[in-house]
């Protein structure tokens, strides 16, 4: 049975064990050249979209700097890993402490939080007899999942960091970290990754039937991002993008049936909420590669059909109208528990009159 950890993603091996990093060298030599200046900060902040590599380059960091390394090469050429890298990778090594969401056996699922205990535990870490390593690390993955309470309480700690401590924060929202906690931490951008970099990083998982054709749609859908393309994929995101594209441009004859067919099918997430999330983000993925299509009047890669369009108009514009709509609909949706199903029923409802209106198909 496939151990439970809230910052892994299902079916793919921890980033902590990825072997290779793939991109992001803006960032990676920014924290070298503080390393090398013999005054490396005491808080980074590693900022991205989600799963473009954050916390690989966390674990990274971790492993370049308890083995002494002075350069992130010698961390991936590790054939046979050293004894303090293989502690590392076990989460058994007493010099760094990770902060995540702690399965909850009682109730079988994780928090949405993760709760202020779990910051506390950082003093009592730092409390604990000196150890042999250069230094003493923090990972915390990621902090916009921390309570209010939790993140006063790492407000607290980085205002008086401990002395050899290091603090690596991972985030995929900028705006909603406290301001005084990104004051006190230098940030290390991590982008989506260009189509090599995200071709050689599914490659690397060893996925079976994936075609040419598969990775380059998994790369437009994703936008570059490795994780968000793994969670397409597992969930037969691709071709429930082909349907979604079909009910809304190519179909004359369109009925309620099929979208609510498509809201209330089987799944294998978790919870139907996740579900429902995902369509979401795959409803407004199809909006994205509409628009872009009206408003180059080009055949996008991901919509194999063309859309009726003139030159007359800018009829991209209520597309990218409706985009926003939908979103500030969602996220409504989400902040006062309302039904996800029904908000859905209603997005596909406003893009099929603005279809019509402008008569795609």
Same mark, same amino acid.
């Given at each position: 049975m496939e151990e439970l950890e809230a910052d892994k993603i299902p079916n793919v091996p921890h980033p902590r064990k990825n072997k290779t990093i793939y991109g992001h060298n803006n960032a990676k030599n920014l924290f070298l050249k503080s390393l090398q200046t013999g005054k490396l900060h005491h808080a980074w902040l590693i900022h991205g979209p989600k799963g473009v590599g954050k916390a690989t380059l966390a674990w990274k960091i971790a492993k370049l700097l308890q083995n002494g390394f002075s350069n992130f090469e010698k961390v @991936?050429? @590790?054939? =046979?890993?050293?004894?303090i890298s293989k502690r590392i990778e076990a989460l058994s090594e007493q010099s760094l402490l990770?902060?995540?969401? =702690? +399965?909850?056996?009682?109730?079988?699922?994780?928090? =949405?939080?993760?709760?202020?205990?779990?910051?506390?535990?950082?003093?009592?870490?730092?409390?604990?007899s000196s150890t042999m390593s250069n230094y003493r690390i923090v990972i915390i993955d990621n902090i916009n999942e921390l309570s209010i309470s939790a993140s006063n309480a790492l407000l607290k700690i980085l205002e008086e960091p401990p002395s050899n401590g290091i603090f690596i924060l991972i985030s @995929?929202?900028?705006?909603?970290?406290?301001?005084?906690?990104?004051?006190?931490?230098?940030?290390?951008?991590?982008?989506?990754?260009?189509?090599d970099h995200f071709e050689k990083a599914i490659l690397s998982l060893n996925i079976k039937s994936l075609s040419n054709e598969k990775i380059t749609?998994?790369?437009y859908m994703s936008e570059g991002s490795v994780g968000k393309a793994l969670e397409i994929? =597992?969930?037969?995101?691709i071709e429930i993008f082909d349907k979604l594209l079909q009910m809304l441009i190519f179909e004359n004859k369109q009925n309620d049936e099929n979208i609510w067919e498509l809201i209330t099918a089987k799944h294998n997430f978790e919870t139907t909420k996740d579900y429902?999330? +995902?369509? +979401?983000?795959?409803l407004l993925s199809a909006i994205v590669q509409i628009s872009k299509s009206l408003a180059t009047n080009q055949k996008s890669f991901l919509i194999n059909k063309d859309i009726n369009n003139t030159n007359e108009d800018e009829k991209y +514009?209520? *597309?990218?109208?409706? *985009?926003?709509?939908?979103?500030?609909?969602?996220?409504?949706?989400?902040?006062?528990?309302?039904?996800?199903?029904?908000?859905?029923?209603?997005?596909?409802?406003?893009?099929?009159?603005?279809?019509?209106?402008?008569?795609l198909v």
């Open positions: @991936e050429a @590790e054939g =046979q890993l050293s004894l990770l902060c995540r969401r =702690q +399965f909850e056996k009682s109730k079988k699922k994780f928090p =949405q939080e993760i709760s202020v205990d779990e910051i506390r535990k950082i003093n009592h870490f730092f409390s604990l @995929e929202n900028k705006r909603s970290v406290l301001p005084t906690i990104i004051s006190r931490c230098r940030i290390l951008e991590c982008n989506f990754l260009g189509f749609k998994l790369f994929e =597992q969930h037969s995101g429902h999330k +995902f369509l +979401f983000n795959l +514009f209520p *597309y990218s109208l409706i *985009y926003s709509i939908i979103i500030d609909d969602l996220n409504e949706a989400l902040k006062v528990n309302l039904s996800l199903a029904d908000i859905l029923f209603t997005s596909f409802l406003k893009i099929n009159k603005i279809t019509k209106d402008l008569k």
